[in-house]
């Protein structure tokens, strides 16, 4: 794999159905290798995104490449280095996870002993070899997501699209998603992962695109999008209840910066500007409160979080 390559690139991407606007002019570019974040609300655009990148729908305009193929001009050569994995399991519940896997295999083109070495090296690696002889009617969600996900690498793709992989699954099973997405990427597999996740973008990609409205509002690494909303932020917890009051005027007047309170009736935060120095201004407020005379049981310096982040950036494209 090239240094620097890319793996998707996608230009004014463009889809209307009927009256509606799905997509609105997407910009794309998902460097190979890593795992590339679309994040955004439900509505927002993202799966029909996918699916014109996938070939599954022809833009209304724009134009989009895969590895250097055409997604409208070649979409045979786009179609045999991807796969997708949908918000729904693609399964046969009626079969075991084994068989599932075994039937796949064949219509790849496996003869019969090598779909099942394919299948019981692919349930081996997702954790799911003691279930392979249940009927998949009775597996948990996440293991269904588990199993979904192998069929889609039977054969390796060199690009995964994987669209809200974890939709409705308890933390635990959304780790374990997790987990199977790195071992993907550390085996050389680019995955393009769309989320409604604040979290899940957080923890697995390297770069995100915000979309809203069918448009992308933001794009960038996590930290970058974090500084894009403001430097950071000083999240104080006091040891008196009745000086918090005090402390959000003289902690708004030291650093000049909104403070906010927070649930716990002891907690308040400040959010910096973007540009401002975090660890000065924290020095600079604690020197303020302790000559204040307000004692400060905790002190924490921080970026915002990409639930800020998200916030932020919509609300400006309602307004």
């Given at each position: 794999m090239a240094q620097g390559e890319v793996a998707v690139r996608a230009e004014g991407l463009v889809k209307h159905f009927k009256d509606v606007k799905a997509v609105d002019g997407v910009d794309l570019a998902v460097p190979a290798g890593t795992v590339y974040g679309v994040l955004g609300p439900n509505g927002a655009g993202k799966?029909?995104?996918?699916?014109?990148?996938?070939?599954?729908?022809?833009?209304?305009?724009?134009?989009?490449?895969?590895?250097?193929?055409?997604?409208?001009?070649?979409?045979?050569?786009?179609?045999?280095?991807?796969?997708?994995?949908?918000?729904?399991?693609?399964?046969?519940?009626?079969?075991?996870g084994f068989e599932n896997l075994v039937l796949l295999s064949r219509l790849y083109g496996y003869d019969k002993p090598a779909s099942r070495g394919r299948a019981g090296d692919l349930l081996d690696a997702f954790g799911l070899s003691d279930a392979a002889g249940k009927q998949v009617k009775g597996y948990s969600g996440g293991m269904r997501r588990r199993l979904d996900i192998a069929a889609s690498i039977i054969i390796t793709p060199k690009l995964l699209f994987l669209d809200e992989p974890t939709t409705g699954l308890d933390p635990r099973s959304r780790g374990q998603v997790w987990d199977v997405i790195r071992t993907i990427v550390a085996e050389g597999t680019t995955?393009?992962?769309?989320?409604?996740?604040?979290?899940?973008?957080?923890?697995?990609?390297?770069?995100?695109?915000?979309?809203?409205?069918?448009?992308?509002?933001?794009?960038?690494?996590?930290?970058?999008?974090?500084?894009?909303?403001?430097?950071?932020?000083?999240?104080?917890?006091?040891?008196?209840?009745?000086?918090?009051?005090?402390?959000?005027?003289?902690l708004a007047e030291a650093i000049g910066a909104e403070v906010e309170l927070d649930e716990d009736p002891v907690a308040l935060t400040a959010l910096l500007r973007p540009g401002d120095d975090t660890a000065s201004q924290g020095s600079h407020a604690l020197g303020e409160l302790s000559r204040a005379g307000i004692l400060v049981e905790d002190f924490s310096l921080g970026q915002p979080s990409l639930d800020e982040v998200f916030l932020a950036l919509t609300d400006g494209v309602k307004a």
């Open positions: 799966t029909t995104t996918v699916r014109m990148l996938a070939t599954l729908l022809r833009p209304d305009a724009g134009s989009a490449t895969v590895f250097g193929h055409d997604i409208a001009a070649d979409p045979a050569a786009v179609r045999s280095r991807v796969s997708l994995t949908g918000q729904y399991a693609s399964l046969d519940e009626d079969l075991t995955v393009l992962l769309t989320t409604q996740y604040l979290e899940e973008a957080d923890r697995l990609a390297a770069r995100i695109a915000v979309i809203d409205t069918g448009k992308v509002i933001a794009e960038g690494t996590p930290g970058e999008l974090k500084s894009s909303v403001g430097a950071g932020s000083i999240k104080l917890r006091l040891h008196h209840t009745d000086q918090r009051e005090h402390a959000r005027g003289v």
